[in-house]
């Protein structure tokens, strides 16, 4: 199983980003998927989380509003579209899978993790 996200990059506040995390995993469907990110000296947190097939999502209080997170299993691809971007925004942001419906926030709730992509926002 891998999972390859890009998209990351250099941004100034106030701008938007789409990251894409394409996923080889047989039945993809059948996966709840998730963002996290990790900024320098901080602990990896959710940023989003979508459902396996229904499309319910859940974000923290600190994206709610700014950030969106779509998949279309087609593809096998989950995607997390960032607006109104802050310098705080500024991490490593992974994907994730999990073997549930979730949507799911619990890091060990996810057994396959992308590579990592890098957003930097600017002030």
């Known amino acids: 199983v891998q999972l390859q996200a890009s998209g990351g990059g250099l941004v100034q506040a106030g701008g938007s980003l789409r990251l894409s995390c394409e996923a080889s995993i047989r039945d993809f469907s059948s996966y709840a998927m998730g963002w996290f990110r990790q900024a320098t000296g901080n602990q990896r947190g959710i940023v989003a989380a979508?459902?396996?097939?229904?499309?319910?999502?859940y974000y923290p209080d600190s994206v709610q509003g700014r950030f969106t997170i779509s998949r279309d299993n087609a593809k096998n691809t989950v995607y997390l579209h960032m607006n109104n971007l802050k310098p705080e925004d500024t991490a490593v942001y992974y994907c994730a899978a999990s073997p549930t419906i979730g949507p799911r926030i619990e890091r060990h709730a996810y057994d396959y993790w992308g590579q990592g992509t890098l957003v930097t926002v600017s002030s």
């Open positions: 979508i459902s396996s097939s229904d499309g319910r999502t």
